[in-house]
């Protein structure tokens, strides 16, 4: 079973590398959980659209470069579905039990992601209105997931 982070950019702060570390160490006894970055386009402060929607297409083209096949794609996205915990926990169970042992999380740009990795997820799922930083969210998910392996297995965590 792995699970991976497929994000856009590179992670540059020392301490969210450091939180992720201890998540993936955490979930070695679940299966593995991976990082996977893929290069962001530079996006100028004054983009127009057109070039806004040209930045959104390579990154995805690069996103879905990553992805195989037989995975189940969840895309981080404001306007996906809200789930609790331990709806998460039910959605990877489900995966698990129905034969989808490769999982993978996409977190897109600074512009989000594109239509065609839209249209490749299996899910949608939000973790709010509010706007995170990019590099941060890998960090939250990377917890949440280590959480969701906690409530599939019957173990405690703190709620």
């Not at 996103?63 to 996906?80: D, E, N, P, T």
């Not at 709010?128 to 890998?138: A, S, V, W, Y």
Request: net charge positive; proline share 3%; hydrophobic share 40%.
């Amino acid at each position: 079973m792995r699970i991976t982070i497929l994000s856009v950019g590179k992670l540059k702060e020392k301490y969210l590398k450091q939180g992720i570390a201890e998540y993936q160490k955490r979930m070695q006894r679940y299966g593995k959980l991976e990082l996977i970055e893929v290069k962001d386009e530079p996006t100028p402060d004054n983009a127009s659209d057109l070039e806004n929607q040209q930045i959104i297409e390579k990154e995805g083209q690069r996103l879905l470069a990553k992805i195989s096949s037989q995975a189940y794609v969840i895309v981080l996205a404001i306007k996906g579905q809200a789930l609790s915990s331990e709806e998460l926990a039910q959605q990877i169970d489900h995966c698990l039990t129905y034969g989808k042992s490769d999982i993978v999380f996409v977190i897109g740009g600074s512009l989000g992601t594109s239509p065609a990795v839209n249209q490749r997820a299996d899910l949608l799922l939000s973790f709010g209105r509010m706007t995170l930083p990019h590099q941060l969210m890998r960090l939250v998910l990377s917890e949440q997931i280590y959480r969701a392996f906690r409530i599939i297995h019957h173990e405690p965590y703190h709620k």
